[in-house]
């Protein structure tokens, strides 16, 4: 049973549009929600963590987490061709153990 | 401050033979754990340290996986006896017990059997 789900993409907005990217986990249980960006080939970088419902917002980026329908989701807004990468979603159990990650969404921003 | 640092970055070997990988976390985290993740897939947990106690194993951690942090600092992976499906990239990641769980990754480390 997956965790941590998904659309794989690829997902492609016009340059300074909004991208929204839509991630939903299994377990009720989940305490911690993170989202991660990933070039090709290279690792995942921390963009943003959110562990309460209701909205954050950090520069272009907000991260969305709706606990009763288990949906997690990011905005990047006024998107750039810098942005095109794999978002990866990320929820922990409780704090400390392991991370489940989806297969992350590819975004390509069109310049 | 330097971050998570993993060294090889690039490993090519042939089936059969044994690898290690090494992983120096961020100086003041006290957790480290390793991830591998292939082409289109999220990284899939291996194992998670805190300081030098082992705290969990994935079931994908067979018998021909072991890693270890003697000291509670930098901390190895060995693949012994390495097959094709080995292949991926391992990551390492470290974060601070009391900073929160957020996770920061080393660069990876990428592994090839031919």
């Known amino acids: 049973q997956k965790e941590v789900e998904q659309n794989s993409g690829p997902l492609s907005v016009p340059e300074g549009a909004i991208a929204s990217l839509n991630c939903t986990y299994s377990?009720?249980?989940?305490?911690?929600f993170f989202w991660y960006r990933q070039y090709s080939g290279k690792s995942p970088e921390l963009i943003m963590s959110?562990?309460?419902?209701g909205d954050k917002e950090d520069g272009r980026f907000t991260a969305q987490l709706n606990k009763a329908s288990q949906y997690v989701s990011l905005l990047i807004r006024d998107s750039q061709p810098s942005d095109s990468a794999t978002y990866l979603c990320?929820?922990?159990?409780?704090?400390?153990?392991?991370?489940?990650f989806g297969t992350g969404t590819s975004l390509t921003v069109i310049p | 401050d330097t971050g998570v640092s993993q060294n090889p970055r690039h490993k090519i070997t042939k089936r059969g033979q044994n690898v290690t990988f090494r992983c120096d976390p961020i100086?003041?985290?006290?957790?480290l754990y390793w991830y591998r993740q292939t082409l289109g897939q999220g990284p899939e947990f291996l194992t998670y340290f805190q300081n030098e106690a082992q705290l969990e194993k994935s079931r994908l951690l067979s018998d021909r996986f072991s890693a270890e942090r003697p000291k509670g600092s930098f901390s190895t992976l060995e693949i012994q006896r390495t097959e094709q499906g080995d292949s991926a990239m391992y990551l390492c990641?470290?974060?601070?017990?009391?900073?929160?769980?957020?996770?920061?990754f080393g660069e990876g480390s990428w592994l090839t059997v031919v």
């Open positions: 990641a470290s974060s601070w017990e009391l900073g929160g769980n957020t996770i920061y």
């Open positions: 377990d009720r249980g989940s305490q911690s």
């Open positions: 100086s003041e985290h006290n957790r």
């Open positions: 959110i562990y309460s419902n």
């Open positions: 990320a929820v922990t159990l409780y704090t400390g153990n392991q991370f489940y």
